[in-house]
């Protein structure tokens, strides 16, 4: 006899939550609630990719998630699918204290603008076989700051306090980032990913990894 699971839709993460509560059912009652959970689970990725031509919007009813990064909030605020954009994305990030990027680089321009909160942008560099020692710049509130193209770059929120929230412009859509393990990862040896984790469920062609 299959065991069937409770299910928890975590709306703001974009991910589902299984509960052990196992309960004795037919094979048929399994069936139609596995059916039941692939529909729900289609409905909310088409929700986060599905098309928005207005005008204005409100920025508090725009879906957010994690995307499997914890203490991260992202919300697409202009988006190569979801706003038809061509040549810049705009996006609005939260960290939770302690919470980060990975280290990564990407070949778009990236262009931050500080909110609230503080933390530090670690850059390391493109010009050797190895992104070697980052530079350390301290970022705060009213601070803004851009990103060299291809150079491995990683935010941090430092502060132990305060959530970091930053507004990010990037170009060229959808971003394509190469991540890597440490700084002292070869460049030609991080991996792709493609789209990056916010645009997985809206984009068709594979993830290809070096």
Known sequence: MRELYGLVSAAQTGSILLLSTPCPCPAKSFFIFSSSVASLLSTHA???CSK????????????????????LSHIT????????????EVWLHTFAPGA???????????????????????LGSSSS????????????????FSVPINDPHQVWNTDEHEDLQVFVIISRPPIKSFIYEDWSMPHVAAKLKH??????????????EL
Request: with cysteine.
């Open 100 to 122: 980060r990027t990975p280290i990564h680089r990407h070949s778009c321009e990236e262009v931050f603008v500080v909110l609230k909160g503080a933390g530090t942008l670690l």
């Open 77 to 88: 605020i202009a988006g190569a699918v979801a706003h038809v954009m061509k040549e810049v």
């Open 195 to 208: 789209p990056i984790f916010w645009d997985e469920e809206c984009w068709d062609s594979s993830k290809d």
């Open 129 to 144: 076989k190895y992104p070697g020692t980052p530079l350390e710049f301290k970022i705060h509130a009213n601070r803004t």
């Open 46 to 48: 088409s929700s986060l």
């Open 52 to 71: 928005d031509g207005s005008v204005v919007r409100n920025i508090s009813e725009i879906p957010s998630g994690n995307y499997g990064r914890d203490g």
